[in-house]
């Protein structure tokens, strides 16, 4: 059926859960074997047609060929908004473990000891987020003709599946699959109404930095990642666009 082995890279808060509940329903509907890197590091299952990562280290399975990937990336700003809200409440267990470098206390007291807003952002864009930022800017300099280049943001606003469309198309799947595949893209994106609620799922709205990022954020974030985000494809940051934003915000 397949010509190539799938490789699906996703980061940390970048739509991992997305492309989690899309990939193993394929799987289960069209019968192929899923490897989950993080579950299956060392024996992966005999045989496996589509291996997941929700850090992006696919080197080893890019190396050995007869592949194609894709990689779901995020605005690096969203990014930081995202993930000091979700580690604020989430109860993955890295963010409970105590930690040296915090006096004892585990990321998520940490992050819970600091005020709302502006010290949670700064937070979380010098530890978890800023290494997920590197991360991505990292993956994006090496993509190659094999590799497939994915928003989250198109992802959850691709009403008419056009951007599954071309995934599933560049991965190799024939025509006669992709009606198939597309409407399991559709039952789990958000805009269908069918994906029930998740503490993981906080918000794919695009552009969010722009009403909760403050001057002193984004220019902390200006001066750790210049350019960052023109680098991942997106729209530079500026104090202007922030601005503007942020008088729309006081005037409704």
């Known amino acids: 059926m397949l010509k190539r082995k799938i490789l699906v890279g ?45 850090h992006s280290r696919l080197e080893p399975e890019l190396q050995a060929g007869n592949c194609r990937v894709v990689f779901v990336i995020r605005d690096p700003r969203d990014l930081v908004i995202n993930g000091a809200h979700c580690h604020a409440w989430s109860e993955e267990k890295w963010l409970h473990t105590p930690r040296p470098d915090f ?22 864009m010098s530890g978890v987020g ?20 994915a928003r989250l943001e198109t992802l959850t606003t691709d009403y008419d599946l056009t951007e599954f469309h071309r995934i599933f198309s560049f991965l190799g799947f024939g025509g006669d699959m992709i009606p198939s595949l597309l409407s ?32 002193r954020v984004l220019h902390a974030f200006m001066r750790q990642f210049p350019h960052a985000p023109e680098r991942l494809g997106y ?12 008088r729309m915000v006081e005037a409704c």
Not at 105 to 123: A, D, M, T, V, W
Not at 186 to 215: D, E, L, M
Request: hydrophobic share 30%; with cysteine.
């Open 235 to 246: 729209e530079p940051s500026s104090e202007a666009a922030l601005g503007a934003c942020l």
């Open 184 to 215: 399991i893209a559709y039952r789990n994106s958000i805009f269908s109404g069918q994906v029930g609620p998740s503490r993981h799922i906080r918000s794919g709205k695009p552009a969010q930095w722009k009403t909760h990022f403050t001057p």
């Open 103 to 124: 006096g004892g206390l585990s990321c998520h007291q940490k992050i819970n000891s600091l005020p709302e807003g502006e010290e949670r952002y700064l937070f979380e």
């Open 130 to 149: 800023g290494h997920t930022i590197r991360d991505m800017l990292s993956v994006v300099s090496k993509l190659g003709p094999e590799s497939y280049l």
């Open 10 to 54: 996703t980061f940390h808060k970048s739509g991992t859960k997305l492309m989690e509940a899309v990939w193993h329903q394929v799987c289960t509907e069209h019968k192929l074997v899923v490897r989950h890197k993080s579950l299956h590091p060392n024996n992966p299952p005999e045989g496996w047609q589509v291996c997941l990562e929700h």
